[in-house]
């Protein structure tokens, strides 16, 4: 008996092994792969994509003629109260990772598998910059209007709200003094990560985007690639 058992052990190993490796390899192979960018339209409008080394935000002017983001995410909600900002910062992911888990050293096997699993909430993180400088892990890109239209209406979509208006989430879990959590449509799971958000918001405008990605790298990797 203690024979089947280790044995239906090893193999439930070399399983979760070769589910892991199937899992990186396609999410490698397929971030490297480009979809088709939009270049007809004159460019317009600035926009960057920034990592932090894992997640990704797309960042975007506050102010344009196509939206005033302060409507969306006021000032007022982050802890600075500061209106001095050029720039905010969107990005999408999962409510356990974003509020509970701080730093790595805080995730909990729960929140891992609720994760993973795709049945827990989302939020959308905004935070605000007075200016954004180009990097090895941020990018500036030019959109023309009807580009940044589409993003524009993709991250409304994405939005819950409440009597008109977004859904601030007060936690005392902010990154900073310039930063606020808002309730979010979509779940979160190892195939649609927060930097799968990113990427199909990029897919969507047209801009620089893989087939598919679940890491920032991919999407790193095709701003790099356009710039070359």
């Known amino acids: 008996m203690l024979k089947k058992v280790v044995k239906a052990l090893i193999y439930f190993l070399l399983f979760i092994v070769l589910i892991t490796i199937s899992y990186l390899t396609s999410e490698f192979v397929l971030s490297r ?22 997640h990704t935000d797309i960042v975007l002017p506050i102010f344009t003629d196509t939206i005033d983001w302060t ?16 720039y905010i910062a969107i990005g999408w992911g999962d409510r356990g990772f ?33 200016e954004i400088f180009e990097d090895y892990l941020t990018f ?8 940044y239209a589409r993003i524009v209406s993709i991250i409304k979509q994405n939005l819950k709200y409440s009597d008109g208006k977004t859904i601030l989430v007060k936690t005392n879990a902010q ?3 310039n930063d606020a959590f808002y309730e979010a ?21 047209q ?17 790099r690639k356009v710039k070359n």
């Open 33 to 54: 792969m480009s979809n088709k960018i939009l270049k007809e339209q004159e460019p317009e409008i600035e926009v960057f994509i920034k990592s932090n080394g894992v």
């Open 71 to 86: 409507k969306f995410f006021p000032f007022e909600n982050t802890l600075s109260k500061s209106k001095d900002f050029n």
């Open 98 to 130: 974003y509020i509970d888990t701080p730093e790595w050293k805080d995730l909990k096997v729960s929140t891992a598998i609720i994760a993973a699993s795709g049945i827990g909430n989302t939020l959308i993180h905004t935070t605000f910059y007075k």
């Open 140 to 147: 500036s890109y030019k959109i023309s209007r009807p580009q």
């Open 175 to 177: 990154y900073g003094q």
């Open 185 to 205: 449509f979509g779940s979160y799971s190892i195939f649609h990560t927060c930097n799968t958000w990113t990427n199909n918001l990029l897919k969507e405008a």
């Open 207 to 223: 801009m620089p985007s893989s087939k598919w990605v679940a890491f920032d790298k991919g999407i790193l990797f095709q701003f």
